[in-house]
T-cell receptor, first 109, second 115 residues
Framework: GQQVMQIPQYQHVQEGEDFTTYCNSS?????IQWYKQRPGGHPVFLIQ?????EVKKQKRLTFQFGEAKKNSSLHITATQTTDVGTYFC?????????FGTGTRLKVLA | DGGITQSPKYLFRKEGQNVTLSCEQN?????MYWYRQDPGQGLRLIYY???????QKGDIAEGYSVSREKKESFPLTVTSAQKNPTAFYLC??????????????FGPGTRLTVL
């Protein structure tokens, strides 16, 4: 079946350093969504990418969707302690979402 | 104030007991979902429902059951047949009207522990 993998599983960075998480699907995706889950919380929608090669920015966050629509990345510039949490990608299948395994980010002050 | 509510926040169950987790939404969304999250892992789909009185099994439906008698409610029952039920359970909904681009709204979750 369709699988979505994320790397790395964990990432510890010093505050101010950059961070990137990568998402790879075994099949072509119609779109990809990114969610953030704070420790003890629930996933919150960040953004959606639909077009091949699409790049979107939200302040310090940059999201990319691969040309083949099988991979995506989230890059955070100059991390802050508020960026702590787990970042998930989710690929859209028919009537359901396939979530990636997530990348847990820890930011050291 | 629109949103998704789940209750209870924490739930303890003895082995062999069935337990029902509540999920209610007032977003007027057609589609609802149940996910299971284990420590340090992603979300796995248990059941989903695109419309009232209809639902489909997800990837890990064994040991679980659902009902969708009302648009706003999608309760999940964890039965005694579920061998390892201790987990964080998340309910979500989407409008269901834009199949390819719908975004999911999640409830706060229920943390179930089997004693």
């Amino acid at each position: 079946g369709q699988q979505v993998m994320q790397i790395p599983q964990y990432q510890h960075v010093q505050e101010g350093e950059d961070f990137t998480t990568y998402c790879n699907s075994s099949t072509t995706l119609s779109n990809i969504q990114w969610y953030k889950q704070r420790p003890g919380g629930h996933p919150v929608f960040l953004i959606q990418l639909v077009k091949s090669g699409e790049v979107k920015k939200q302040k310090r966050l940059t999201f990319q969707f691969g040309e083949a629509k099988k991979n995506s990345s989230l890059h955070i510039t100059a991390t802050q302690t508020t960026d702590v949490g787990t970042y998930f990608c989710a690929g859209r299948g028919t009537y359901k979402y396939i979530f990636g395994t997530g990348t847990r980010l820890k930011v050291l002050a | 104030d629109g949103g998704i509510t789940q209750s209870p926040k924490y739930l303890f169950r003895k082995e062999g007991q069935n337990v029902t987790l509540s999920c209610e939404q007032n977003l007027n969304h057609d589609a609802m979902y149940w996910y299971r999250q284990d420590p340090g892992q992603g979300l796995r789909l248990i059941y989903y429902s695109q419309i009232v009185n209809d639902f489909q099994k997800g990837d890990i439906a064994e040991g679980y059951s659902v009902s969708r008698e009302k648009k706003e409610s999608f309760p999940l029952t964890v039965t005694s047949a579920q061998k390892n039920p201790t987990a964080f359970y998340l309910c979500a909904s989407t409008s269901g009207r834009a199949v390819l681009t719908d975004t999911q709204y999640f409830g706060p979750g229920t943390r179930l522990t089997v004693l």
